[in-house]
């Protein structure tokens, strides 16, 4: 085996590599939209909730939200980029975003007050779960290990709401469904 | 397809990768009179490598491994002697493990589904042929070898066991068991199982019901006291020798719970490297040391084995001690209990024993004396995976290293490892990370060193990070 000329890098040159975090870059937006979606129903949801500890956990959830959506703004930063022309366009795109909810709403015929939008708050949970694992996924996939430390905590968060939205709208479900009517 | 781009030695200990900004030959020490250089950086998960005779390098990167994700391309690449990089080839999710060169022909071990396989790739045409389509895979551990013997021109190759320790548990559905639901480990020759069953919660009941699995069952089907499962020619654990081309293959070894390295010496005489077994879970076994096994079968005529050796698994552990002994009682997880009524004679002792997750994996024989130590097995060892699986202070910087061995003494040295403790390592010191591999190259004059690069372990997770690994060069002075 002749000895190398120099030693030969894969995918960490400058070019390749601000391919890649372009790429990267584009699936933060798409996150941050996602999860300002989630954090936009958190907080109308937890309006409509008479029920106290329903509530208070849907309020807690919507305070995290915006949490986690003020870190994306920290992934932009890891990769070397700038979050405040995506958060702009993702302010824009947030009216589109609630007439897609709307049509999700009508699919869910016959079903009665809140436990409409705490359904739609689990699915929209799920999305923002499985957009910030992506980005972790990213960051492992770059070598990215500041990448992964901000996105860990926020999957683990989003894990606990999975699981709490998926205890009480099936918890509530049947009421909402047979009865006509929401806990209060 | 070329890939990569020279760069400098300088700009090495600046990189994108925040995982490992810099890599830095001159934080790894070897001994008087060799030296250290990086030939590649950037690899991702890369898992094993093979010269061809005239000095080509074929490296696996491994697509899927540990952990299962992020996936990267599954890819076999190859630098030839001029130093030029390309694909040689890509492979299935799962990806490519071990790998060797005879005769024009590329051997390659793969993982990924239920079935292991080892493919040949004719290496003119680039044409693929599945040579071995039936090892029982689809769990924890991985394939060894294949290689070629010196003593009989046959094809050796290996696959650990689908389950952590004896039995298909919870902790499987962080690996394959999701996407593998029915796995399960088979024995070598016809076993009675004492229908011992272990007791664990079912993850996918909403209720903490504990489920009882027995071995060489699926999760979630007991094993019943008396009841004897068949061995297989095609079973877990295996060691297994055929021709070139696949035919007549044979059994003639079982029991090793994870044969990732198998080497031959000049003498034909035949050496697996094997991991302890871990210290969590509701089977937890303490202190069972790493180990290589001398596979003394595979010195025996072609079809002459009537009955494999057994080399432990699951029951005994490398001291040669039952894993229930005193000695392997776990400080966490539950006690192993027998799994296998009147178990097969032991093939053991081990040739060497090595600190429990150090992770031993892929070795070779130094065969000439350019280099210096003829004779002397050379081991890579990946480290611990602890707190992961053991929860023991001292086994958290196990590994990370290349040994050098001497199998008839059973003592060996550190050849190769980092200037500062495992532990700085992580930060921005510039060493090796996790060696998976070591060769020599064929004029003798090198050893090979293949780096997997970061995978980070805590309590609750483990992340390997792509485009962190790392080939490394020894030569003498």
Same mark, same amino acid.
């Given at each position: 085996?002749?000895?190398?000329?120099?030693?030969?890098?894969?995918?960490?040159?400058?070019?390749?590599?601000?391919?890649?975090?372009?790429?990267?870059?584009?699936?933060?937006?798409?996150?941050?939209?996602?999860?300002?979606?989630? /954090?936009?129903?958190?907080?109308?949801?937890?309006?409509?909730?008479?029920?106290?500890?329903?509530?208070?956990?849907?309020?807690?959830?919507?305070?995290?939200?915006?949490?986690?959506?003020?870190?994306?703004?920290?992934?932009?930063?890891?990769?070397? /980029?700038?979050?405040?022309?995506? /958060?702009?366009?993702?302010?824009?795109?947030?009216?589109?975003?609630?007439?897609?909810?709307?049509?999700?709403?009508?699919?869910?015929?016959?079903?009665?007050?809140?436990?409409?939008?705490?359904?739609? #708050?689990?699915?929209?949970?799920?999305?923002?779960?499985?957009?910030?694992?992506?980005?972790?996924? #990213?960051?492992?996939?770059?070598?990215?290990?500041?990448?992964?430390?901000?996105?860990?905590?926020?999957?683990?968060?989003?894990?606990?709401?999975?699981?709490?939205?998926?205890?009480?709208?099936?918890?509530?479900?049947?009421?909402?469904?047979?009865?006509? /009517?929401?806990?209060? | 397809?070329?890939?990569?781009?020279?760069?400098?030695?300088?700009?090495?200990?600046?990189?994108?990768?925040?995982?490992?900004?810099?890599? $830095?030959?001159? @934080?790894?020490?070897?001994?008087?009179?060799?030296?250290?250089?990086?030939?590649?950086?950037?690899?991702?998960?890369?898992?094993?490598?093979?010269?061809?005779?005239?000095?080509?390098?074929?490296?696996?990167?491994?697509?899927?491994?540990?952990?299962?994700?992020?996936?990267?391309?599954?890819?076999?690449?190859?630098?030839?002697?001029?130093?030029?990089?390309?694909?040689?080839?890509?492979?299935?999710?799962?990806?490519?493990?071990?790998?060797?060169?005879?005769?024009?022909?590329?051997?390659?071990?793969?993982?990924?589904?239920?079935?292991?396989?080892?493919?040949?790739?004719?290496?003119?045409?680039?044409?693929?042929?599945?040579?071995?389509?039936?090892?029982?895979?689809?769990?924890?551990?991985?394939?060894?070898?294949?290689?070629?013997?010196?003593?009989?021109?046959?094809?050796?190759?290996?696959?650990?066991?689908?389950?952590?320790?004896?039995?298909?548990?919870? @902790?499987?559905?962080?690996?394959?068991?999701?996407?593998?639901?029915?796995?399960?480990?088979?024995?070598?020759?016809?076993?009675?199982?004492?229908?011992?069953?272990?007791?664990?919660?079912?993850?996918?009941?909403?209720?903490?019901?504990?489920?009882?699995?027995?071995?060489?069952?699926?999760?979630?089907?007991?094993?019943?006291?008396?009841?004897?499962?068949?061995?297989?020619?095609?079973?877990?654990?295996?060691?297994?020798?055929?021709?070139?081309?696949?035919?007549?293959?044979?059994?003639?070894?079982?029991?090793?719970?994870?044969?990732?390295?198998?080497?031959?010496?000049?003498?034909?005489?035949?050496?697996?490297?094997?991991? $302890?077994?871990?210290?969590?879970?509701?089977?937890?076994?303490?202190?069972?040391?790493?180990?290589?096994?001398?596979?003394?079968?595979?010195?025996?005529?072609?079809?002459?084995? @009537?009955?494999?050796?057994?080399?432990?698994?699951?029951?005994?552990?490398?001291?040669?001690?039952?894993?229930?002994?005193?000695?392997?009682?776990?400080?966490?997880?539950?006690?192993?209990?027998?799994?296998?009524?009147?178990?097969?004679?032991?093939?053991?002792?081990?040739?060497?024993?090595?600190?429990?997750?150090?992770?031993?994996?892929?070795?070779?024989?130094?065969?000439?004396?350019?280099?210096?130590?003829?004779?002397?097995?050379?081991?890579?060892?990946?480290?611990?995976?602890?707190?992961?699986?053991?929860?023991?202070?001292?086994?958290?910087?196990?590994?990370?290293?290349?040994?050098?061995?001497?199998?008839?003494?059973?003592?060996?040295?550190?050849?190769?490892?980092?200037?500062?403790?495992?532990?700085?390592?992580?930060?921005?010191?510039?060493?090796? @990370?996790?060696?998976?591999?070591?060769?020599?190259?064929?004029?003798?004059?090198?050893?090979?060193?293949?780096?997997?690069?970061?995978?980070?372990?805590?309590?609750?997770?483990?992340?390997?990070?792509?485009?962190?690994?790392?080939?490394?060069?020894?030569?003498?002075?």
């Amino acid at each position: 085996m002749e000895k190398a000329k120099a030693p030969i890098v894969i995918g960490l040159d400058e070019k390749s590599w601000e391919e890649k975090i372009d790429k990267v870059e584009k699936w933060f937006g798409q996150l941050l939209m996602i999860q300002a979606s989630f /954090r936009q129903l958190a907080e109308q949801t937890a309006g409509k909730i008479g029920e106290a500890h329903i509530k208070t956990a849907v309020l807690r959830m919507a305070e995290n939200a915006k949490e986690h959506e003020q870190q994306i703004g920290e992934l932009y930063k890891a990769i070397g /980029r700038d979050s405040s022309d995506t /958060r702009r366009k993702a302010g824009e795109l947030m009216g589109k975003m609630s007439d897609a909810l709307d049509n999700l709403q009508t699919m869910l015929g016959g079903t009665t007050g809140y436990w409409k939008e705490l359904h739609q #708050l689990h699915l929209l949970n799920l999305n923002a779960m499985s957009a910030f694992g992506m980005a972790e996924q #990213l960051g492992l996939a770059l070598g990215l290990s500041n990448v992964v430390d901000i996105v860990f905590p926020i999957l683990h968060d989003k894990q606990k709401n999975h699981m709490l939205l998926q205890e009480y709208t099936l918890e509530i479900g049947a009421v909402s469904v047979l009865y006509d /009517r929401d806990f209060d | 397809m070329k890939i990569g781009t020279e760069t400098t030695t300088e700009k090495l200990r600046n990189l994108p990768t925040t995982a490992r900004p810099k890599i $830095d030959a001159s @934080q790894v020490v070897v001994p008087d009179g060799y030296e250290v250089e990086v030939i590649v950086a950037g690899l991702s998960f890369p898992t094993g490598m093979a010269f061809a005779d005239d000095g080509t390098l074929f490296i696996n990167e491994g697509g899927s491994t540990w952990p299962t994700r992020p996936a990267m391309i599954p890819r076999i690449l190859r630098l030839n002697p001029e130093g030029n990089l390309d694909v040689f080839a890509e492979e299935s999710l799962g990806g490519p493990r071990g790998i060797t060169y005879r005769d024009g022909y590329l051997y390659v071990s793969l993982k990924g589904g239920y079935l292991a396989r080892v493919v040949r790739y004719e290496l003119e045409t680039g044409e693929r042929t599945i040579i071995h389509g039936e090892i029982p895979s689809g769990g924890w551990h991985e394939p060894g070898g294949p290689l070629f013997s010196p003593h009989d021109g046959l094809m050796y190759f290996a696959h650990g066991s689908v389950s952590q320790n004896g039995v298909v548990l919870p @902790q499987g559905f962080t690996v394959d068991m999701a996407k593998n639901p029915e796995v399960h480990d088979i024995p070598g020759e016809d076993v009675t199982l004492t229908g011992n069953n272990v007791f664990s919660r079912n993850p996918l009941m909403p209720y903490p019901y504990l489920t009882a699995t027995g071995a060489y069952k699926p999760f979630g089907v007991p094993a019943k006291k008396g009841e004897v499962v068949k061995g297989e020619l095609w079973c877990s654990t295996g060691v297994w020798r055929s021709k070139p081309d696949g035919s007549e293959p044979e059994l003639i070894a079982w029991g090793i719970r994870n044969p990732y390295g198998m080497a031959f010496n000049e003498e034909g005489e035949l050496y697996i490297s094997d991991n $302890d077994m871990e210290e969590t879970g509701e089977r937890a076994v303490a202190m069972d040391p790493d180990r290589i096994w001398h596979i003394r079968n595979a010195k025996k005529p072609h079809g002459s084995i @009537q009955k494999p050796d057994w080399y432990g698994f699951p029951d005994i552990a490398a001291t040669g001690l039952p894993v229930w002994d005193e000695k392997h009682l776990p400080e966490r997880g539950k006690a192993a209990e027998p799994l296998i009524e009147n178990p097969p004679e032991w093939a053991g002792p081990a040739v060497y024993l090595e600190k429990p997750h150090s992770c031993m994996t892929k070795m070779d024989f130094c065969k000439s004396d350019e280099f210096g130590h003829r004779g002397k097995l050379f081991i890579s060892e990946w480290g611990t995976m602890a707190p992961f699986n053991s929860p023991r202070e001292e086994d958290l910087s196990n590994g990370f290293r290349v040994m050098m061995i001497d199998v008839e003494t059973g003592k060996g040295e550190p050849f190769l490892y980092n200037r500062k403790p495992a532990s700085e390592v992580e930060s921005e010191v510039g060493g090796i @990370q996790r060696p998976v591999d070591c060769q020599f190259s064929p004029d003798g004059k090198s050893l090979y060193v293949l780096d997997f690069g970061v995978a980070q372990v805590g309590e609750g997770h483990m992340m390997a990070y792509a485009h962190t690994g790392v080939l490394w060069k020894v030569t003498k002075k």
